[in-house]
């Protein structure tokens, strides 16, 4: 019996639990979800979030603050100054 614990089993042998929905199943029940990531600043919280859901380039997340408010995201745009590019 012991035996049988330690045998490594491929994921394709793996039974389906019974009622398991669909991955189209599940988005059209749920379409939309909200993810917490926390973590230090420039830690790569948002790049891991966009390897993980697949995201588009240009797409910009919404993030909150602990009251729950959407934080506006301004965008810097450069400015020179002589021969200094200084982000404002």
Avoid: W
């Amino acid at each position: 019996m012991a035996s049988a614990n330690n045998e490594a089993h491929p994921s394709s042998d793996l039974p389906v639990r019974q009622g398991a929905l669909s991955a189209e199943a599940i988005r059209a029940e749920c379409p939309q979800f909200r993810i917490l990531i926390i973590g230090k600043a420039n830690a790569g919280k948002t790049t891991i979030l966009r390897k993980v859901c697949n995201v588009k380039p240009d797409a910009r997340p919404i993030i909150y603050d602990a009251e729950g408010k959407e934080v506006r995201q301004e965008i810097p745009t450069k400015v020179r100054l002589g021969n200094l590019a200084v982000l404002a």
